[in-house]
């Protein structure tokens, strides 16, 4: 390999791709060497022996930040194949304990330093105002600025009481959307005070706890110009003057808000110019059956080349890049300094238990194989809504039964009878994850109460009224899934002729 140029390695000073395996691929090492920020660890890369991958890493480039989406509840990377052990943010807004949050926080940084890595995407700071939101959802804290940004202090605590650095996202708030980023161009459809009274303020509130990166969000703010915030310099120089001097991380350029507009190049350098410090440039598996076999490092030189082109030509200013690598190394010196992290007492369950929100009258559900008729929407990119594992928890070697409820159409009144003739008459469940009135999940779960009188819906998604009895999890997630049973299934009281 021929010697990277000054300006190759200035441009991979602030590159952050993520890449296809279990072990180091060739150029990647070649690009560490020659000066990479770092990677992003997504499901593709865990399973084996990630310490060592990480150790790996940071042996080619001891200043590489290694950085994972780790939110719990819904999204894990950690444990995708069985469901996160930890509580998600809707959880821990419903409980509303502070202390339980940061606790999550210090839990989750625990965690992802025993496999080696830096930064921890998360917490989420959105406020999730419409929920119809299908990107966000049970990722948010709660509906209101206040609660948000309580919780969204206190995790940022328990993160970076590990050492690790956190990441705030997705600035200027991704909760008043109904379109999913990874697939188009969200708009704010709202005033300017709303957002800056609304949303902004758990941003600062993660400022004033001394958050080390935000990232940032494809969405476009129609007052702040036609440019998603991402690539906004009116947008991310509100952040500066909020006190932020972080790292500014992009979320990932190939998802389809940039990728099918300016593309990962174009959104590299327009990002770079803007006040973004650190290029997340996304996980390669994202095209699906389109997936390139080198598409890590396709990604990877689109990006790299587009910004080495945009500084050689005087585009792209070199001092607004050496601006965005001095941060950036800054911000490794910080976290790969941290010492050992102390192990402290966490009960997962016990915090999902505690969040469990039952509504109605549960009917006596023996400790016995449970049939499910699973609901809910498909998994989208960011969110595994439709984990098996969470039905195969409620289940306990009962029947899983899908029906196809979601926004296009209802489930078949075919479906519903076969689904009603496989309970074979026992103990069942509803899984869903959007019920509120008017949507498909909602007409489907009435009419399969009509055939099964006190059908109870374990709703894994956002709180909605619902007449009939209800467990309400707030999360696709192993922990929650376990506290819905056990909520199902409780064990008598100690007392007079009880056991254990």
């Not at 476009?220 to 991310?236: E, F, I, S």
Request: aromatic share 2%.
């Amino acid at each position: 390999m021929a010697e990277p140029d000054e300006l190759e390695r200035l441009a991979n000073s602030v590159l952050w791709p993520g890449f296809l395996g279990r072990e180091v691929p060739g150029w990647l090492a070649d690009a560490l060497s020659a000066g990479l920020a770092g990677a992003v660890y997504f499901a593709q890369n865990l399973g084996g022996d990630t310490a060592a991958l990480s150790a790996r890493i940071h042996a080619i480039a001891p200043h590489a930040l290694i950085g994972i989406d780790e939110e719990g509840g819904s999204v894990t990377r950690l444990e995708t194949t069985t469901g996160s052990t930890l509580p998600g943010a809707a959880e821990l807004g419903a409980l509303d304990d502070v202390e339980a949050t940061r606790a999550t926080g210090y839990e989750i940084g625990r965690r992802v330093d025993a496999i080696g890595a830096d930064v921890v995407l998360a917490p989420v700071a959105d406020v999730n105002t419409d929920p119809r939101n299908p990107v966000i959802g049970v990722r948010s804290f709660g509906s209101t600025q206040q609660l948000v940004s309580r919780h969204v202090a206190a995790a940022v605590e328990g993160i970076q009481g590990t050492g690790l650095a956190a990441c705030a996202k997705h600035y200027p708030g991704h909760g008043d959307t109904h379109v999913d980023s990874h697939h188009g161009l969200p708009s704010l459809e709202i005033g300017q005070d709303e957002i800056e009274r609304v949303h902004l303020p758990p941003f600062t509130a993660a400022v004033r706890a001394g958050v080390r990166a935000i990232m940032t969000a494809h969405i476009r703010a129609p007052q702040w110009g036609r440019d998603p915030a991402t690539l906004n310099p009116a947008v991310l120089a509100r952040l500066r003057d909020a006190g932020f001097d972080g790292v500014i991380i992009t979320d990932a350029l190939d998802m389809a808000a940039i990728r099918e507009t300016v593309g990962i190049g174009g959104g590299a350098v327009r990002a770079l110019a803007a006040g973004a410090d650190l290029l997340c440039i996304g996980n390669p598996t994202n095209p699906g059956e389109a997936m390139l076999p080198d598409q890590d490092e396709h990604d990877y030189l689109e990006a790299r080349d587009a910004v080495v082109a945009a500084l050689r030509s005087g585009a792209l200013p070199r001092s607004r890049v050496e601006e965005a690598a001095r941060r950036v190394v800054e911000l490794a010196a910080v976290v790969r300094s941290r010492g050992p992290v102390a192990d402290r007492p966490f009960d997962g369950d016990a915090v999902s238990g505690r969040a469990l929100r039952v509504d109605g009258v549960l009917p006596a559900f023996a400790d016995a194989p449970t049939a499910v008729l699973d609901l809910r929407r498909a998994s989208s990119l960011a969110v595994d809504s439709a984990a098996a594992h969470v039905a195969q928890a409620l289940a306990a070697g009962g029947e899983i039964i899908r029906l196809h409820a979601d926004d296009a159409s209802d489930a078949s009144e075919a479906e519903i009878t076969a689904a009603v003739d496989a309970t074979g008459n026992g103990q069942a469940v509803a899984l869903v994850d959007r019920i509120d009135p008017g949507t498909a999940q909602r007409a489907v779960l009435d009419h399969l109460r009509v055939r099964l009188p006190g059908l109870v819906a374990v709703n894994v998604g956002l709180a909605a009224d619902d007449p009939g009895p209800t467990i309400t999890a707030s999360a696709a997630s192993l922990v929650a899934a376990r506290a819905a049973r056990r909520a199902l299934t409780p064990r008598p009281a100690l007392g007079a002729g009880s056991a254990r």
